[in-house]
């Protein structure tokens, strides 16, 4: 099995990707556009059979007010409010270029029949947004996790730590970036996901995405974080 993780960046900066199969890890960046959405996976790998996202695949509600997602209520998002239409994105501010590209990836996954959103109906690959910060919360039984701002080193021998434990191996890649750790925790999630019994490794947040055909972008959608662990790092 292939799963890959992406922390999203914007049509200007890089996006990290992180590609999982039998415990190893490749760790890469790429630059989504209209015509290579998606990474593609290294060399002599199969496809993926789930990818993980760690940016909104949706907008706030139409009627929602206030503009918060019931999904980012529920897990504390750094995003917490979000537009309800691409009109009102136009004149955003925090996190518009992020919201932007994430809306265009997951509504390009929604169209094409390669990929299946997690909440929709179709037999591509399955698709979700997750969200690292939580991932790391919930794998590694912790409330509390370094600031990857403030102390990049401190969030980068945390998620080191959790590889290390649960065996994962990341040749020549000593400290990795708090942008590649999110794309690896990210592929953390994905692993998850794809094993055949997920249904006892994985818990959601939020409410099943709605389809906006109009304004060709998605609202609301779940979140998928790994079930809690009481091991402590």
């Known amino acids: 099995m292939c799963v890959a ?3 999203l960046g914007s049509y200007s900066s890089p996006s990290y990707v992180a590609w999982l199969g039998d415990n190893r890890l490749v760790v890469d960046m790429y630059r989504p556009r209209p015509d290579h959405w ?3 996976p290294p060399k002599d790998w199969p496809l993926p059979t789930v990818m993980a996202i760690d940016g909104p695949q949706g907008l706030a509600a139409p009627g929602a007010d206030p503009a918060i997602r019931k999904a980012d209520a529920e897990t504390h998002t750094p995003t917490r409010r979000l537009p309800r239409s691409r009109k009102e994105l136009t004149s955003w501010k925090l996190y518009k270029p992020l919201i932007i590209l994430a809306i265009d ?3 390009h996954c929604y169209q094409n029949p390669s990929y299946s959103i997690y909440g929709l109906g179709n037999n591509g690959c399955l698709v979700c947004e997750t969200w690292p910060r939580l991932i790391l ?5 912790q409330q509390t996790i370094p600031s990857k701002r403030q102390d990049p080193f401190a969030y980068s021998d945390t998620v080191v730590r959790l590889l290390d434990r649960v065996g994962v ?6 400290h990795p970036t708090p942008d590649q750790c999110d794309a690896i925790l990210c592929a953390l999630l994905a692993e998850r996901l794809g094993m055949k019994a ?3 490794l994985v818990e959601t947040f939020g409410s099943p995405p709605l389809i906006d055909e109009t304004d060709g972008v998605l609202h609301e959608g779940w979140i998928v974080a790994p079930k809690q662990q009481k091991e402590i790092l």
Do not use: E, T, Y
Request: no cysteine; charged share 15%.
């Open 5 to 7: 993780g992406i922390d």
């Open 137 to 141: 919360k919930r794998l590694g039984g």
């Open 38 to 40: 998606l990474p593609v």
């Open 105 to 107: 990836l997951f509504w």
């Open 169 to 174: 191996a990341v040749p020549g890649l000593l």
């Open 198 to 200: 997920n249904v006892d």
